[in-house]
């Protein structure tokens, strides 16, 4: 099973301020890792496929990067909106598996 | 729009069984898969296991394998997860996730069940 390990497990920041998050995968996965975001009770919600490619009506604000075993979700000029945990997720291979989550908290 | 829809809140006594439904809207079902994902109270995110809509082909999650049943009605686009001999540790909230099959994302999700196992 791939594990994938995420930094920090906690963040408070600042509005405006740039946040990233790291993903690191226990073996080589290729680009096969997404990022989710997910706000308090409400369902995940897709950010970020195949490591860099964005989705639509996603916020130009959000990116990815990395491939192999580390990754990177980068949040520019943060939003009081993007409260939330976030969670990496590879495909790569069987069973599918996620990250532990990172939670923003916006001071 | 693509939209998932499940079945409302449930409460299990343990060893019980439950079954949540997954109801698909806005896309060709059969084109596309269900993963289905739980998360525990203040815990991450686990993968239980994927259906294909198409031919009804399954992969579990190892430490569900005999628990967990997947499995789709075509005629009214409906995916559905059953787990038997319920524990206390089953807790958790129930996500279907729309998903391509292989090495794919999920997306959109549904909007979650909240099962509960208590005596």
């Known amino acids: 099973e791939i594990v994938l390990t995420q930094s920090p497990d906690f963040q408070s920041v600042t509005p405006k301020e740039k946040v990233t998050i790291t993903c690191r995968a226990s073996q080589s996965i290729g680009s096969s890792l997404h990022w989710y975001q997910q706000k308090p009770d409400q369902s995940p919600k897709l950010l970020i496929k195949?490591?860099?490619q964005s989705i639509s009506g996603v916020p130009s604000r959000f990116s990815g990067s990395g491939s192999g075993t580390d990754f990177t979700l980068t949040i520019n000029s943060l939003e009081a909106e993007d409260a939330a945990a976030y969670y990496c997720h590879q495909s790569s291979s069987l069973p599918y598996t996620f990250g532990q989550g990172t939670k923003l908290e916006i001071k | 729009q693509v939209q998932l829809v499940q079945s409302g809140a449930e409460v299990k006594k343990p060893g019980a069984s439950v079954k949540v439904s997954c109801k698909a809207s806005?896309?060709?079902?059969?084109?596309?898969?269900i993963s289905w994902v739980r998360q525990a109270p203040g815990q991450g995110l686990e993968w239980m296991g994927w259906?294909?809509?198409?031919?009804?082909?399954?992969n579990y999650a190892q430490k569900l394998q005999g628990r967990v049943t997947m499995t789709t009605d075509t005629s009214t686009s409906t995916a559905y997860m059953e787990l038997r001999s319920l524990r206390s540790d089953d807790t958790a909230v129930y996500y279907c996730a729309r998903d391509l099959g292989g090495d794919n994302w999920f997306d959109p999700w549904g909007q979650g069940t909240l099962v509960t196992v208590s005596s």
């Open positions: 259906i294909s809509a198409y031919n009804g082909n399954t």
């Open positions: 806005g896309y060709t079902f059969t084109s596309y898969g």
């Open positions: 195949y490591a860099s």
